[in-house]
């Protein structure tokens, strides 16, 4: 039975390995199943570390376009090890941007219109009318961790310190929050 | 889509707030792994939600007076009332507020746990148990659904702050917000 090597059955350092072994002559199929999955999560990590979602869509750009360069041009040591790549990438682009460098130009200039391909991935919206429900119902004391730990962006012992309990009690407390949303929001097991 | 060895949810709640340190181990996992990376999108709407129903006004809450200030910092623009026990106050929202902000002064020393009970007009009382409160400060900060405020015709709304123990309750406070449409 011949094996299946179609994008989307692969992993990703199958993927990785595909992108490499195409060297100058793209495998665009294989190229935008690994950018699809990549860039989901790249936008995940600037989101963490720029808190911006326009620096973190910048940062997919970024961190896809090096990451593709550096396959195509048998750079990357160890493609089934793509993630590690990757991690290296973000981080080093993180720095780069806090720094003001801009290095996507250079990286547009070299591989032209190609370069421009990448969708941005759409993130998934929460509907806010039922999120607000959602929010009214809790009590009060976890709505207010809530919306300290994701709007006011606090760690556990400086919502400690506002509402006077102890981090450990915050996250306790933002623990029985969270799981009373995912119920409400119907998210259910998977996010667990 | 499943991960053999999933990032316990507690501590991808603590990396996405920045609580534990960005270690290779967890953020290479995220890299790699598309279910746990799913369930981190899932906290990445939730922030992004709070934050629109923060700005939108869709909720009513009790809040901290640091968290005002980043309502503020955040752009909000924000219509304030200050009142002492036995306060009234004629109050109003426009349509260019983002939000409302009550201040009720109350001697707050040595209470453990605060009720809010309000009623609007004639109508029955609702309570808010165990809300949070600056005991220092002597404050507690009430923050309205400003879209439901909006939407809202004269109406008036009689607040009390209940100090709650194993004695019983006391109560500490009481402030009466005459409302009228911007």
Not at chain 1, 107 to 136: N, Y
Not at chain 2, 84 to 92: E, F, I, K, L, R
């Amino acid at each position: 039975m011949p094996q299946d090597d179609r994008p989307a059955v692969l992993d990703d350092g199958a993927l990785a390995r595909r992108v490499a072994a195409a060297g100058a002559s793209p495998d665009a199929a294989a190229e935008a199943e690994l950018c699809r999955r990549l860039g989901r999560r790249i936008r995940l990590y600037g989101l963490r570390h720029l808190c911006d979602r326009h620096a973190a869509a910048d940062l997919v750009q970024q961190v896809l376009l090096l990451t593709l360069e550096s396959l195509r041009a048998g750079k990357v040591r160890e493609p089934e090890r793509i993630a590690s790549f990757v991690l290296g990438a973000c981080r080093m682009t993180v720095l780069e941007m806090r720094r003001g460098v801009r290095r996507r130009e250079a990286l547009l200039e070299a591989w032209g219109d190609r370069a421009q391909a990448f969708e941005a991935p759409e993130p998934i919206v929460l509907d806010p009318l039922r999120l607000a429900g959602c929010l009214e119902a809790l009590p009060e004391r976890e709505r207010s961790v809530v919306m300290l730990s994701f709007f006011a962006d606090k760690a556990a012992d400086e919502v400690g310190a506002e509402l006077a309990l102890s981090g450990g009690n915050v996250r306790v407390i933002r623990h029985r929050a969270l799981s009373r949303l995912r119920d409400c929001m119907g998210a259910g097991e998977a996010i667990r | 889509m499943t991960c053999g060895k999933p990032i316990d949810f507690e501590a991808l709640v603590a990396w996405w707030l920045g609580e534990a340190p960005a270690g290779d181990a967890i953020e290479e996992h995220l890299l790699a792994c598309a279910h746990c990376s799913g369930r981190l999108e899932w906290l990445a709407a939730l922030s992004h939600g709070v934050r629109a129903v923060v700005r939108e006004g869709r909720v009513s809450m009790v809040v901290s007076a640091p968290f005002v200030e980043s309502m503020r910092r955040a752009g909000l623009r924000l219509r304030e009332y200050r009142l002492d026990p036995g306060g009234s106050v004629d109050c109003t929202i426009r349509a260019d507020d983002d939000a409302v902000v009550s201040r009720l002064r109350a001697p707050l020393a040595g209470v453990r746990r605060l009720d809010v009970v309000r009623a609007q007009d004639a109508g029955p009382e609702e309570r808010i148990a165990d809300v949070p409160f600056d005991a220092a400060a002597g404050e507690v900060l009430l923050v309205p659904s400003a879209a439901w405020l909006k939407t809202m015709p004269a109406f008036t709304t009689r607040t009390r702050l209940v100090a709650v123990d194993e004695a019983g309750e006391t109560q500490v406070g009481e402030y009466t917000f005459v409302h009228s449409p911007g």
